[in-house]
Nanobody, 126 residues
C-alpha cells in the first residue's frame, strides 16, 4: 500500500522550532519530487517548500524563506522540514506530498501531487 505519513507537529511558542518528517512506504521516495503544503482554516492550501527528485533543487514560499529548510534522506525513504523562528501565522495543518517527474517550483505552485499524507497540526502560540 502506497502511503505517506507525517510526524513532528505540535504546539510551539513563537520563535521556536519544529522538525517535520514525511516517511514513505510502498514506493521509493527518491523517484519523486516531495513537497510540504499547509492549510489554515479559511485559507487555500499553500506550497511551503518542495524538493526535486533529480538534482535536489529546492523551492520555498516567500513567507518561509530563511526560516524553513527541506531535506531528503533517500536511504531512509524520508523527507524532512526543519522549521525555525516559527510565527503564529505558520499555524496550519502541514501535509507532505509526492509527485513524479516534476520540478520543485512547479509542484509547490500547482499544489498537484500523485500521493498525499494525512497531515500534522502545527500550532504556534504563546
Amino acid at each position: 500500500q502506497l502511503q505517506l505519513v507525517e510526524s513532528g507537529g505540535g504546539l510551539v511558542q513563537p520563535g521556536g522550532s519544529l522538525r517535520l518528517s514525511c516517511a514513505a512506504s510502498g514506493f521509493t521516495l527518491g523517484y519523486y519530487a516531495i513537497g510540504w503544503f499547509r492549510q489554515a482554516p479559511g485559507l487555500e492550501r499553500e506550497g511551503v517548500s518542495c524538493i526535486s527528485s533529480s538534482d535536489g533543487t529546492t523551492y520555498y514560499a516567500d513567507s518561509v524563506k530563511g526560516r524553513f529548510t527541506i531535506s531528503r534522506d533517500n536511504a531512509k525513504n524520508t523527507v524532512f522540514l526543519q522549521m525555525n523562528n516559527l510565527k503564529p501565522e505558520d499555524t496550519a495543518v502541514y501535509s507532505c506530498a509526492a509527485r513524479r517527474s516534476t520540478a520543485a517550483q512547479d509542484m509547490c505552485v500547482s499544489s498537484w501531487a500523485n500521493y498525499w499524507g494525512q497531515g500534522t497540526q502545527v500550532t504556534v502560540s504563546s
